[in-house]
């Protein structure tokens, strides 16, 4: 646990940063282009690119190129140097291809994605924008495979810290665009060099990112070589596993596209109340699984790989044991805190500029909804984990495959039953049942492969962890009445009120609960907290 602890706190550091910094991000995204078409229009453009890449590489990193990267360095007699420059190689090469192609293909994308009319100005901007956005594909990908090899060495330090160079370059383009553009937020007035430099700006976030990380690479003594000797990058091997994967993938895209295409039909008939609320909802559910999440699975798979190498099972199952633990202590009190406090959070962050304070709020009421899905998403993406340390990617794609087509039928059914302005929360409902059921299957699968994962065990600490939260809920709930009652509505200034004795106060009640009760992951976090003061 300790050790685990220590490399997840590294980590978590680099990524509490970077998504701080994505805060503000986000917040001068909001100010400069607001929540309705331009806001949607680049929303679109700029997820195109993530989707492509999880149905290319991202899922292949975690599933298949972390173990097969880790057995090269065990086995091979260079301890996997060559091969890990072969990757680099294939994924420098095909992704420049790939970047290519999408860029021409970013009308057709665009269509794939929205429900927008292909002669309306709104789909013209996303189009332009997508084709100044897609480029970033090679950059990221080869950032990508970069920050994979180091994870495999147990450096986790450059993979978590490199996107807040990333965040720094693009919030500084950001303002430029913001300060130089009159009506940045009119899709009807923006020109094309103004669009240029909000999109290609947005590439050279990641063109520094991925600098950094092949910087990192080479001050562990990596050095980049082409080697197009690719008969011996055990490419077969590799599409075997990663088939599965690649399925895994285009299921979840096909599912992601669904949503947008909804989110966007609900932003044409309700302006603000379509895709960027969606998005930035988004992003602030993943934030607690980014920093305390991303950290300790990252952490755990190769170690997780190394012990099925082994046979040894009994590690297997006390590093998921381990992980899941400590992931429930932050995020079950983290996860109710998101259900009460959503537009108190999202007020302060979003409500400038071209994003009035009702749209902030609604992006709350979206993420309110979405914190019901915050820990059965990351148990799934643990369990995960867990097949894919056995080299089994076929197992997710079903599991995820179900989950998927379960989310796209709640999703449709929510969207048709639900008026416009109510639909992302419906979407974001969906999301949750669906993870909810998937983890729950994934659960009995994963505990079959190892014999069991000690879910007596887990559901006990599970319950001692959401009795500890209690309190921290109900002084939450306090606090945005109380404020209410005494200042009025929601506006900047209540809002920070309620999250500094709602969230504030409450974790600490939480941490002061925990400590008193003698849960061990919580008497962790402490401990490490307070040696941290101490120094």
């Known amino acids: 646990m300790s050790r685990m602890l220590r490399a997840s706190a590294i980590m978590a550091a680099g990524t509490m940063v970077s ?54 360095q065990q086995h091979d007699p260079d301890g996997g140097q060559a091969y890990e420059q072969r990757l680099l190689t294939l994924a420098t090469a095909v992704l420049i291809v790939v970047a290519g192609v999408a860029v021409l293909a970013a009308p057709t994308l665009i269509d794939l994605y929205t429900d927008w009319d292909r002669g309306s100005r709104q789909f013209e901007v996303a189009v332009r924008l997508a084709q100044f956005i897609l480029p970033q594909l090679a950059f990221f990908g080869v950032g990508a495979v970069a920050g994979a090899i180091l994870n495999t ?17 693009v919030i500084g383009v950001l303002v430029a665009y913001h300060l130089m553009v009159n009506n940045g937020d009119d899709v009807n007035t923006v020109t094309n060099g103004e669009l240029a430099l909000l999109g290609l700006g ?15 690479l080479r001050r562990v003594g990596f050095r980049f070589i082409a080697r197009f000797d690719l008969r011996n990058a055990r490419l077969g091997e590799m599409a075997k596993a990663g088939v599965w994967t690649i399925g895994y993938a285009v299921v979840t895209q096909l599912g992601f596209m669904l949503t947008t295409n909804l989110s966007s039909s609900a932003g044409n008939e309700v302006p603000g109340h379509g895709i960027t609320p969606y998005t930035l909802a988004f ?13 300790v699975i990252t952490a755990m798979l190769p170690r997780m790989s190394r012990a099925v190498t082994d046979g040894r099972f009994d590690d297997v199952r006390s590093e998921f044991r381990s992980s899941v ?13 998101l259900m009460v406090l959503g537009p108190a959070i999202t007020v302060p962050i979003y409500a400038h500029g071209a994003t009035s304070v009702a749209d902030a709020v609604y992006i709350g009421n979206v993420l309110q909804v979405y914190g019901l899905a915050l820990l059965p998403f990351a148990f799934f993406q643990l369990l995960l984990r867990v097949f894919y340390s056995f080299g089994d990617t076929r197992t997710p794609v079903f599991v995820g495959g179900a989950a998927t087509a379960l989310n796209a039928l709640l999703m449709v059914l929510f969207f048709n039953l ?23 299957g994934a659960w009995m699968l994963a505990s079959r492969r190892v014999n069991g994962l000690g879910g007596w065990q887990i559901g006990v600490a599970l319950t001692r962890m959401y009795l500890a939260a209690l309190p921290t809920a109900v002084v939450a709930l306090v606090a945005v009445w109380a404020v209410q009652e005494a200042f009025g509505g929601l506006q900047f200034l209540n809002s920070l009120i309620i999250l500094a004795a709602g969230g504030g106060l409450g974790m600490l009640l939480y941490l002061w609960v925990g400590h008193k009760a003698r849960i061990p992951e919580v008497n962790s976090v402490v401990g490490m907290v307070a040696g941290r003061v101490r120094r």
Do not use: C, E, H, K
């Not at 993530?50 to 880790?70: C, E, K, N």
């Not at 992003?283 to 950290?295: A, D, H, R, T």
């Open 325 to 337: 633990l400590l992931i429930s202590a932050v995020m079950v009190p983290v996860s109710l805190l």
């Open 153 to 169: 060495r147990d450096r986790f330090g450059a993979p978590m810290w490199a996107p807040v160079a990333n965040n720094l370059v």
């Open 202 to 216: 947005t590439t050279a976030g990641i063109i520094v990112q991925a600098t950094v990380l092949v910087l990192a």
């Open 283 to 295: 992003q602030l559910f993943q934030l607690p699984y980014g920093v305390i999440g991303v950290s």
């Open 19 to 72: 998504r701080i910094t994505g805060f503000v991000r986000t917040m001068v995204l909001a100010t400069a282009i607001g929540t309705a078409a331009m806001g949607d229009a680049y929303n679109a453009a700029y997820a195109i690119p993530y989707s492509i890449l999880d149905l290319l590489l991202l899922g292949v990193l975690s599933s298949v190129v972390v173990p097969m990267v880790v057995r090269a």
């Open 418 to 440: 639900l008026p416009a302005r109510y639909a992302v929360m419906g979407l974001a409902f969906a999301y949750a049942v669906a993870y909810t059921l998937g983890a729950a």
